[in-house]
């Protein structure tokens, strides 16, 4: 699949590694300085782009910016004939990490919905850049679990899918306004890997009896 990459920092060229490996034809863009994400897409077999040719080529676009430029990002899209799927990686953080600045009234992932009117946005914090960059992506053995939103199923299930080819679990966590929910929880993760002393070797495991997932 064609995968374009907004974001070309630890969490970007994590995912790209990941899906690179997998047989995916990726493509970095947002850098300010070209040369610079140039030789990262080189080292790692992917293209580098503008944001508008990244959006271009994606099948899936992959939304991974600092919450302060994420609107910056999302506007150098510019007009997208088609309707893609976003996968929304980011955490709206407070500049100095300290908190959210939105949650649980609405979500990250709604309000990049508003600015992406080509997107059908789904919703899944990935596992911290330390763990994607280590050789591999267990913890205590064991895949990390992560939350799949989206008001589209099928495109909850093909980020779920690629969440998979990362090396990590998907739990359907159903409708885009659960991210209003999922996204503080990936703030607890941040918490506790970076204020509470767990490190960042850390994830959510998930278990549940088959129910009758919407
Ligand atoms: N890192 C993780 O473990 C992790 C895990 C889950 C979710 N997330 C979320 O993913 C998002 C990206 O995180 P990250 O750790 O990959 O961030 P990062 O390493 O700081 O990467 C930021 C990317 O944005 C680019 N950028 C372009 N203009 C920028 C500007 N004016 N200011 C800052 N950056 C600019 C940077 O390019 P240049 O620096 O090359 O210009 C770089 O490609 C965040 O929302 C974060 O909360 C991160």
Redesign the pocket.
Same mark, same amino acid.
């Given at each position: 699949m064609r995968i374009g990459i907004i974001? =070309?920092?630890?969490? !970007?060229?994590?995912l790209a590694k990941h899906l690179v490996a997998k047989g995916h034809s990726v493509m970095?863009s947002?850098?300010?300085?070209r040369e610079?994400?140039q030789k990262s897409a080189s080292a790692l077999n992917a293209h580098a782009g503008t944001v508008a040719e990244a959006a271009a080529f994606g099948e899936i676009v992959v939304? =991974?910016?600092?919450? !302060?430029?994420?609107s910056?990002?999302l506007a150098q899209v510019g007009e997208l004939v088609e309707e893609k799927i976003l996968w929304d990686?980011?955490?709206?953080?407070k500049p100095d990490i300290s908190g959210l600045l939105i949650g649980t009234t609405t979500s990250g992932a709604e309000e990049i919905a508003k600015l992406a009117p080509w997107a059908i946005v789904v919703k899944a914090?990935?596992?911290?850049?330390?763990?994607?960059h280590s050789p591999d992506m267990l913890v205590e053995g064991n895949p990390v679990d992560v939350f799949v939103c989206g008001d589209d199923r099928e495109a909850r299930g093909a980020v779920a899918k690629l969440v998979e080819d990362i090396g990590a679990r998907p739990i359907d966590a159903g409708p885009l306004a659960l991210a209003r929910y999922t996204e503080p929880a990936?703030m607890l993760l941040?918490q506790l890997a970076y204020a509470s002393g767990y490190g960042?070797r850390i994830g959510f495991s998930f278990h549940f009896e088959k129910g009758d997932q919407k």
């Open positions: 974001g =070309a920092g630890n969490l !970007g060229i994590g970095l947002f850098s300010r300085d610079k994400l939304l =991974a910016t600092p919450w !302060g430029v994420t910056q990002a990686c980011t955490n709206a953080l914090i990935p596992p911290f850049a330390e763990l994607l990936g941040v960042a």
